[in-house]
């Protein structure tokens, strides 16, 4: 707002041009009446109709007066309404395309609908100097002129105008934020429909048309109920004003008579009166009612979501995670529900780019819900799950997404080909950024026996082993720009050396790696080892571990049977 105020501030001699033209606008709603009133009064009703006629002449002069200042006004409007727009534009576009959500791509759908609200804006600006500044201007003059022709039927007039707009400013914030909610409404409903279209392979391949259209549906009900909800506020808003208007020319009627008859009017003024009424009060007021329920709100509304979705300064603090955050796990407790003993207790971690971690325990024992809490989808009953300093849980979801990746060990493959399936979640990934992901991970000759990117891959990858179909999904997330990638088992389908493999180019690509290992041999390449057994879970590197943590030690005899406690197993 206070960006828009100072933008058209910077525009002031536009904006005293118009003023100055608005005047010249306002002359014939000034002499209007009184000129009508003359003629009665010194032309016809005085037996010289030729008076008459002259000054009824000279109405309709100022009349062509009052259109050339119209006129003008028109033609200096884009002078200060096509500059804001410009300057609102560049404001908020630079924000968006800087915006650290989105670092690969700018976000396009953030740009359009901003820039709708920018074109709102912009219209709603003209709107409010052409219309609410002319019925303003007029409404002004016209009283003016009939207080100076009628002063006996001031009062008349002016306080049914003032109680009716009395009322209707105290209308104005329900109507405002009724507005709003319409606003609201059309967004959530192109929302809704824009993500089920976007991602109609998944609606499909998940058999989730119906809870899709559902969805749709429930927010097309919610923005016609808003929209009704509007439009039973404007219609309460337009009786309000209609009685004001109509009014004082009821009250004239009844009171002009005796006026008239005890000599404090003339026939002239009373003429004069009417003109002013119905020829400019009345509609002014009717004009500037419905430009400031419409227009002003749509500009006032406009302006709030514009604040509200334009990003204001990249890399801000709070949930705006800085790209390459860290992880800090405080004292972190989970439990599946309110009575279930809780998964995990005790939890406390530091993770920082770089580091590998591997996480080891037996089946069940909650390694799976502490990869859920890393993403963020839940959230502890107790302690803090940190990432870049806010809780992971709170950050912006498109940030989350792009910034931690997790692999599990049911892979999700579609028909197409296997580069839309690679580039699902790196749609700007170029096919050489594919084929190094793919090269990476180990799985270029499974793209070679496929027939290249080209190929395609038949329902949730049939005719793949299930191997093949790990590989292709840690290819997928190999080329994104997550900087947590979390695999939970998502090897488990491969051979002892081509999991290694896929680890080792996991952990050389940078970022923050967690492994949650079905073979102990992952432990053994990880920098620090987690070991969970329902316990406090203990953290350390794989030789303190051996030494310290008798489950780790069972685990790595079950695992490994030819190791020894006290002959520590070499590095793999
Ligand atoms: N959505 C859920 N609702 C309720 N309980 C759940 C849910 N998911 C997991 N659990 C329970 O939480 C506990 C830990 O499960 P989790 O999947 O985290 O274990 P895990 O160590 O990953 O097991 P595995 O090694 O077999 O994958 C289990 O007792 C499981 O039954």
Same mark, same amino acid.
């Given at each position: 707002?206070?960006?828009?105020?100072?933008?058209?501030?910077?525009?002031?001699?536009?904006?005293?041009?118009?003023?100055?033209?608005?005047?010249?606008?306002?002359?014939?709603?000034?002499?209007?009446?009184?000129?009508?009133? @003359?003629?009665?009064?010194?032309?016809?009703?005085?037996?010289? $109709?030729?008076?008459?006629?002259?000054?009824?002449?000279?109405?309709?002069?100022?009349?062509?007066?009052?259109?050339?200042?119209?006129?003008?006004?028109?033609?200096?409007?884009?002078?200060?309404?096509?500059?804001?727009?410009?300057?609102?534009?560049?404001?908020?576009?630079?924000?968006?395309?800087?915006?650290? @959500?989105?670092?690969?791509?700018?976000?396009?759908?953030?740009?359009?609908?901003?820039?709708?609200?920018?074109?709102?804006?912009?219209?709603?600006?003209?709107?409010?100097?052409?219309?609410?500044?002319?019925?303003?201007?007029?409404?002004?003059?016209?009283?003016?002129?009939?207080?100076?022709?009628?002063?006996?039927?001031?009062?008349?007039?002016?306080?049914?105008?003032?109680?009716?707009?009395?009322?209707?400013?105290?209308?104005?914030?329900?109507?405002? #934020?009724?507005? #709003?909610?319409?606003?609201?409404?059309?967004?959530?409903?192109?929302?809704?429909?824009?993500?089920?279209?976007?991602?109609?392979?998944?609606?499909?391949?998940?058999?989730?048309?119906?809870?899709?259209?559902?969805?749709?549906?429930?927010?097309?009900?919610?923005?016609?109920?808003?929209?009704?909800?509007?439009?039973?506020?404007?219609?309460? #808003?337009?009786?309000?004003?209609?009685?004001?208007?109509?009014?004082?020319?009821?009250?004239?009627?009844?009171?002009?008579?005796?006026?008239?008859?005890?000599?404090?009017?003339?026939?002239?003024?009373?003429?004069?009166?009417?003109?002013?009424?119905?020829?400019?009060?009345?509609?002014?007021?009717?004009?500037?009612?419905?430009?400031?329920?419409?227009?002003?709100?749509?500009?006032?509304?406009?302006?709030?979501? %514009?604040?509200?979705?334009?990003?204001?300064?990249?890399?801000?603090?709070?949930?705006?995670?800085?790209?390459?955050?860290?992880?800090?796990?405080? =004292?972190?407790?989970?439990?599946?529900?309110?009575?279930?003993?809780?998964?995990?207790?005790?939890?406390?971690?530091? &993770?920082?780019?770089? =580091? !590998?971690?591997?996480?080891?325990?037996?089946?069940?024992?909650?390694?799976?819900?502490?990869?859920?809490?890393?993403?963020?989808?839940?959230?502890?009953?107790?302690?803090?799950?940190?990432?870049?300093?806010?809780?992971?849980?709170?950050?912006?979801?498109?940030?989350?997404? !792009?910034?931690?990746?997790?692999?599990?060990?049911?892979?999700?493959?579609?028909?197409?080909?296997?580069?839309?399936?690679?580039?699902?979640?790196?749609?700007?990934?170029?096919?050489?950024?594919?084929?190094?992901?793919?090269?990476?991970?180990?799985?270029?000759?499974?793209?070679?026996?496929?027939?290249? &990117?080209?190929?395609? &891959?038949?329902?949730?990858?049939?005719?793949?082993?299930?191997?093949?179909?790990?590989?292709?999904?840690?290819?997928?997330?190999?080329?994104?720009?997550?900087?947590?990638?979390?695999?939970?088992?998502?090897?488990? !389908?491969?051979?002892?050396?081509?999991?290694? #493999?896929?680890?080792?180019?996991?952990?050389?690509?940078?970022?923050?790696?967690?492994?949650?290992?079905?073979?102990?041999?992952?432990?053994?390449?990880?920098?620090?080892?987690?070991?969970?057994?329902?316990?406090?879970?203990? %953290?350390?590197?794989?030789? !303190?571990?051996?030494?310290?943590?008798?489950?780790?030690?069972?685990?790595?005899?079950?695992?490994?049977?030819?190791?020894?406690? =006290?002959? $520590?197993?070499?590095?793999?």
């Amino acid at each position: 707002m206070r960006f828009y105020l100072s933008t058209l501030a910077g525009h002031r001699r536009g904006v005293l041009v118009l003023l100055g033209w608005s005047t010249l606008e306002g002359v014939p709603a000034f002499f209007g009446g009184k000129l009508v009133g @003359t003629a009665v009064d010194e032309g016809f009703a005085a037996g010289n $109709p030729l008076a008459g006629v002259l000054w009824l002449l000279a109405f309709a002069a100022l009349a062509v007066l009052g259109a050339l200042g119209q006129r003008q006004v028109f033609a200096r409007l884009g002078d200060v309404v096509e500059p804001m727009r410009d300057a609102l534009v560049t404001q908020v576009v630079k924000g968006v395309l800087s915006d650290p @959500t989105h670092r690969r791509t700018p976000d396009a759908s953030a740009v359009a609908m901003i820039t709708r609200h920018v074109e709102v804006v912009r219209d709603a600006t003209a709107g409010v100097l052409v219309q609410a500044r002319a019925l303003l201007v007029t409404t002004i003059a016209a009283l003016i002129g009939l207080a100076t022709t009628a002063a006996a039927l001031i009062w008349l007039v002016v306080l049914p105008i003032l109680v009716a707009l009395l009322l209707f400013g105290l209308m104005l914030p329900s109507l405002a #934020r009724r507005q #709003r909610d319409a606003v609201m409404a059309d967004e959530r409903t192109a929302e809704a429909s824009g993500s089920v279209l976007t991602g109609l392979r998944d609606v499909a391949a998940c058999t989730a048309s119906d809870e899709a259209g559902a969805d749709i549906a429930r927010q097309v009900d919610q923005q016609a109920r808003a929209t009704i909800t509007v439009a039973w506020a404007n219609s309460l #808003r337009a009786t309000v004003i209609a009685v004001g208007g109509f009014a004082p020319i009821a009250l004239l009627v009844a009171f002009a008579p005796p006026l008239v008859a005890s000599g404090r009017l003339t026939t002239g003024a009373v003429l004069a009166a009417v003109v002013y009424l119905t020829g400019s009060v009345n509609p002014a007021l009717h004009g500037l009612a419905r430009t400031t329920s419409t227009v002003v709100m749509r500009l006032m509304v406009a302006l709030k979501r %514009l604040q509200e979705v334009a990003p204001r300064d990249a890399g801000r603090p709070g949930d705006q995670v800085p790209a390459h955050g860290g992880f800090l796990l405080q =004292d972190v407790a989970f439990g599946w529900s309110p009575d279930a003993e809780p998964v995990l207790r005790g939890l406390s971690l530091t &993770l920082r780019p770089g =580091d !590998h971690l591997a996480v080891v325990g037996p089946s069940g024992i909650g390694k799976s819900t502490m990869a859920g809490l890393l993403t963020g989808l839940m959230a502890p009953d107790r302690g803090s799950v940190l990432f870049g300093g806010a809780r992971v849980d709170r950050v912006t979801p498109a940030v989350r997404h !792009h910034a931690i990746a997790l692999i599990p060990q049911e892979t999700y493959l579609f028909t197409g080909t296997v580069r839309e399936n690679l580039a699902l979640l790196a749609p700007w990934a170029t096919d050489r950024d594919l084929a190094e992901a793919v090269e990476k991970v180990g799985a270029a000759p499974l793209l070679d026996r496929l027939g290249g &990117l080209d190929a395609t &891959l038949g329902h949730a990858g049939e005719g793949l082993s299930a191997g093949e179909a790990q590989l292709l999904a840690l290819a997928r997330v190999y080329a994104t720009s997550a900087s947590v990638v979390i695999l939970d088992e998502a090897t488990s !389908h491969l051979d002892p050396a081509a999991e290694a #493999r896929v680890e080792r180019a996991f952990a050389q690509r940078g970022g923050i790696l967690v492994v949650i290992a079905h073979r102990l041999s992952s432990a053994l390449r990880a920098g620090r080892v987690l070991v969970m057994d329902g316990g406090k879970p203990l %953290l350390g590197a794989h030789e !303190h571990l051996l030494k310290t943590s008798a489950l780790y030690g069972q685990l790595m005899l079950a695992w490994d049977p030819t190791h020894r406690e =006290d002959t $520590p197993l070499p590095k793999r």
